[in-house]
């Protein structure tokens, strides 16, 4: 199956949006590089708003994402509640 | 007191249909094909444009909402950079090598590209697509500006970064990238996004910028790792916006796919010999390394692309014609280009040098098959010539490849002791080529590469007729400050230097 994946900057703003993403995302793989953390999974990754919510203490937009947002592979679908990745294959 | 009632938000995708969509209308002074008449010509066949939908959503609001956060914290990190001696934190001065290739060769291709954004954006029939292509469009003029923004700082202090907008122009090897975005430019609208919002974004952008930016973290460049992942966090929306545009030509109308795969087999091959010049910034500028350019081709080109295309596969879209060779190649060209761009250093308007033992220890770790074996020879030939006073200069002038405009530096896929050169006849004139991949493309468009402003026979026009002295004023490089060995020169000087009185109180 092909990967897909995300990569955020490293900063006090991604890490609980990191941390929300592997809890919604067990088999996800994270790696961290200088200044970035690239979060891998097989096929499919999603990014819910009501888990960085939780793990944020705060009301969160979805769209704030595209601040720390450094690449990402996949077919991109955003909605209010999350913003989900995948390959068809 | 009074209760606040939260007024009702749009939801993501009624903002969208009514901010992007709802903004169209329906022409009645003219027809479609005289305020379009570009959409046709190239054979693309659309019947509804409605179909295309940009998937994050993003309206023009949130758009200057979050770009304005992002020149904020950018802006936040540049200041602290000049305010803290940024340009003494870096790990060593030949660092700023990379930094200059960059500003000549990358920074005017993003403003190129803004440029290109704008026209198709306007010369695309359906709302969506013109909404995101004029995002784009302010986000390349915005990344040009950061760039030359973020390294101005360094051209207080050191040499080469002055006089970027001429070398654009004028140098030899920038050329490559300038000839590869007027080509794009000079396309109809929907090649140029099959050519940057697809091939250059989606596919080579990320071997450009996560790796390399990374990398100037991990060497004290905190300006170049700020504009470079503010950049990049566009490139997310406009790898997609490629990925939603070649999407939307391929379910539109099968007749597409076969124009679609010509250009993707073009633009790949014309995309990974410009990406050769960060190869060598890679494996050989960066004094400290996060990976080798082998190992970022395998994650963003083998893994990454190979997704991409084994995705696309549902409409019938294969692998890109020349795909083998650019393999057969990737451990071969990042040490191909810096012993080219080492030999015609005088030419250059940023430093070279020998690697030194560390590094070749490095190198040969990173490519076990061919570093020891071909290139680390080579190296070990030019330091005997370094030490013996007589320094190895090719003042021969290189012949050009017609389509890519890199000299002929490059070997032959499977024999890499041979040297890759093709020739085409054409008309009465002789054409040259680098490789297979780019004689065809040449093949397929002969009209428009006949016409290249190529540098090497720039030099021997009027005014200059091949003077060297008249060349380097007219390209604005500075002879014995900007050009030659990083060893003795003037930025290794005041590195060492600046670096002393910045740590030290004598």
Known sequence: MSTVFIALQANEETRPIIEAIQLDNPQAVVERQPAMVKINAPGRLIVRKATIEEQIGRAYDLQELQINLITLSGNVDEDDEALTLHWNA | METKVAKKKLGLKDRYKLLTRDLGWEPSYHTKDEVFPYVKYEGIKIHDWEKWEDPFRLTMDAYWKYQAEKERKFYA??????????????????????????????????????????????????????????????????????????????????????????????????????????????????????????????????????????????????????????????EARHMTLGLECIKFMLEQDPANTPIVQAWIDKWFWRGFRVLGLVSAMMDYMLPKRVMSWREAWNI?????????????????????????????????????????????????????????????????????????????????????????????????????????????????????????????????????????????????????????????????????????????NWTSLIDGKDNGDYVGSQDERNFQQWRGLATTNT
Request: glycine share 8%; charged share 20%; hydrophobic share 35%.
């Open chain 2, 77 to 234: 990190i540049i200041d602290a950079h000049t305010q803290n001696n940024g340009h003494l934190n870096l790990t060593d001065a030949r660092y700023l090598s990379a930094l200059k290739l960059f500003l000549q060769a990358i920074s005017p291709g993003e403003y190129a590209a803004g440029k290109g954004f704008a026209r198709v954006g306007r010369e695309f029939g359906g709302v969506g697509t013109q909404v995101a292509c004029q995002m784009q469009a302010l986000d390349e003029i915005r990344h040009a500006q950061t760039q030359i923004h973020a390294m101005s700082n360094y051209n207080r202090y050191y040499n080469g970064f002055h006089s970027f907008a001429d070398q654009r122009d004028r140098m030899w090897y920038t050329s490559v990238p300038r000839s590869f975005f007027d080509d794009a430019m000079s396309a109809g609208p929907f090649e140029f996004m099959i050519a940057i919002g697809f091939s250059f974004e989606y596919v080579l952008t990320n071997l450009l910028f996560v790796p390399f930016m990374s990398g100037a973290a991990y060497n004290g460049d905190m300006a170049t790792v700020t504009f470079g992942f503010s950049a990049q966090s566009d």
């Open chain 2, 300 to 472: 963003y080109g083998v893994e990454n692309g190979g997704a991409l295309f084994t995705d696309l596969a549902r409409y019938g879209i294969r692998i890109p014609k020349h795909w083998d060779d650019a393999e057969k190649a990737v451990d071969h060209m990042s040490h191909q280009f810096m012993l080219a761009l080492y030999q015609w250093n005088f030419g250059t308007c940023f430093h070279t040098w020998i690697p030194p033992e560390p590094d070749m220890e490095w190198l040969s770790s990173k490519y076990p098959n061919t570093f020891d074996k071909y290139y680390r020879p080579r190296w070990e030939h030019l330091k005997k010539l370094a030490k013996e006073g007589k320094p190895f200069k090719n003042f021969g002038l290189a012949k050009l490849c017609q389509t890519c405009q890199l000299p002929i530096i490059f070997t032959e896929p499977d024999d890499p002791t041979m040297s890759c050169h093709r020739e085409v006849d054409y008309k009465g004139n002789k054409y040259h080529f680098c490789s297979d991949g780019c004689q065809h493309i040449f093949e397929n468009e002969p009209e428009k590469y006949v016409q290249a402003w190529l540098p090497m026979p720039a030099l021997f026009q009027e005014p200059l007729k091949g003077d060297l002295g008249a060349w380097m």
